[in-house]
């Protein structure tokens, strides 16, 4: 069974810097994209950046040049380096993988439990 676990979130005040990680583990085969979302009270659920499994990046128009995403396809984990944070950036991040568990098989989509962040003077 597969389980992406998020860390790093919390309260930072703006200008602040927060990086926030989510490992996959469980049955794993391969994992292609991987990606942030957030989700801010009273908004929609949106994508924040993405990246690819050989390291292509994207990102919303929101968060280019403050945010970076990253993976280290050895140890199943994506990071998300949050720097010049802005009170509009504070949502629950949740993290989500398209994971294929066996070879030959269809991958699914799976999403992490989410992680606070907060930024507040």
């Known amino acids: 069974q597969v389980q992406l676990v998020e860390s790093g979130g919390g309260l930072v005040q703006p200008g602040g810097s927060l990086r926030l990680s989510c490992a996959a583990s469980?049955?794993?085969?391969?994992?292609?994209?991987m990606d942030w979302y957030r989700q801010a009270p009273g908004k929609e659920r949106e994508l924040v950046a993405v990246?690819?499994?050989?390291?292509?990046?994207n990102y919303a128009d929101s968060v280019k040049g403050r945010f970076a995403i990253s993976r280290d396809n050895a140890k199943n984990t994506v990071y998300l380096q949050m720097n010049s944070l802005k009170p509009e950036d504070t949502a629950v991040y949740y993290c989500?993988?398209?994971?294929?568990?066996?070879?030959?098989?269809?991958?699914?989509?799976?999403w992490g439990q989410g992680t606070q962040v907060t930024v507040s003077s």
């Open positions: 989500n993988a398209y994971i294929v568990e066996r070879s030959g098989y269809t991958g699914r989509n799976y």
């Open positions: 990246v690819g499994r050989g390291g292509n990046t």
């Open positions: 469980g049955s794993i085969f391969s994992i292609t994209a």
